[in-house]
């Protein structure tokens, strides 16, 4: 009885969050045991889950719908870095920069996403093979845009040539705007409320909308499409709106990281984002179709967790290796990886 209590309890829970949890464990006590300080790691735990979170919330209306893990949040990434690089260039500053930026971010990314949506819904059933076409297609389209839009301002420009530069600071913008509001020191831990805050506004009303008449038909088309097209739902019309609110997200993910981060980083830099997001919700016991808010939050936890404590733990147990991006990308990955073989699986 025991046996099957614990094989409940392991199917349940997961083994790939069980080996992260666990492994989570080892890497604390070899904090402890080489002398780093635990407090530290914590704030900047707590710092990854606010730069973070937001993106990887993004995820769950694109499984809602039916689409799946979302690897085109890149759209929504790129409406949000332009939405901040304009504010900068109305030489805006604070919280004012911070939500005009969203402001514009989303709108680009509503619009982005739709059409986003339309393309998804004549390749029903290779959704995330063509978003991850989708995700990498604009990456290197704004390759070129981030060389030819007529910014001016010279926090953007590179001083000589053309060009916006790879990385633009937010010091003089809206640098730590969110990080900074409300901030408090417990038991030397730094909490940055302001950006914990803004990840839990949009927690609570992405689990709203799911718990609303439109959020349950729209789950309903991603759990039973032809159950849904039986009631009257409009499948296609469904998953373009949870694709349209995972684009838009993103664009306010990518502001909340950007905030956190100091930069906003342009060119090659946004690529894998949407690789680390979804793993963290997979991390977190999502599926490539059944997903909620408390995945969302378990998972960038516990990603970040590793990611924080496991880059000074592999840097000093190997200071001249290349331990600890090793690692991310074998946690992310195989993730991926596990729940993509469970899928088929399930088929």
């Known amino acids: 009885m025991n046996k099957e209590k614990i094989n409940a309890f392991i199917e349940s829970v997961g083994i790939p969050r069980l080996i992260i949890f666990g492994f989570s464990i080892v890497l604390a006590v070899a904090a402890v045991i080489l002398g780093l300080d635990l407090k530290d790691l914590l704030t900047n735990i707590l710092n990854r889950v606010g730069m973070n979170g937001i993106l990887v919330l993004a995820m769950v209306p694109a499984i809602h719908c039916g689409i799946g893990l979302n690897f085109g949040v890149s759209l929504g990434i790129i409406g949000g870095i332009i939405g901040g690089l304009i504010a900068m260039e109305l030489n805006l500053t604070g919280f004012s920069a911070y939500f005009l930026a969203c402001a514009i971010g989303v709108a680009l990314s509503l619009g982005s996403g739709t059409l986003y949506g339309l393309l998804l819904n004549r390749v029903k059933g290779s959704e995330m093979t063509v978003s991850t076409y989708v995700g990498f297609s604009i990456i290197s389209l704004m390759n070129i845009g981030w060389l030819l839009l ?75 499409p032809k159950f849904a097209a039986a009631t009257g739902i409009s499948q296609n019309k469904m998953r373009i709106l949870g694709t349209s609110i995972s684009t838009a997200l993103a664009a306010l993910g990518i502001l909340s990281y950007s905030q956190s981060y100091g930069f906003i980083q342009l060119y090659n ?79």
């Open 150 to 224: 007529p910014f001016k301002n010279g926090a953007i420009r590179w001083p000589i040539g053309t060009g916006l530069r790879n990385t633009v600071g937010l010091d003089e913008s809206f640098g730590q705007v969110l990080n900074n509001f409300l901030k408090f020191d417990i038991l030397g831990v730094t909490i940055p409320t302001g950006s914990l805050l803004f990840l839990a506004f949009w927690c609570v009303v992405m689990w709203l909308f799911l718990n609303s008449k439109v959020g349950v038909a729209m789950s309903a088309v991603g759990n039973n």
């Open 269 to 347: 830099a946004p690529l894998m984002m949407s690789f680390s997001a979804v793993a963290a919700i997979l991390i977190g016991g999502a599926s490539i179709k059944r997903a909620s808010v408390s995945n969302v939050l378990i998972g960038v936890f516990l990603f970040q967790a590793i990611i924080s404590m496991g880059l000074p733990v592999a840097n000093l147990i190997l200071p001249e290796g290349n331990l600890s991006e090793i690692l991310r990308l074998i946690i992310s990955n195989g993730i991926i990886l596990y729940a993509l073989t469970k899928a088929k699986e399930a088929r």
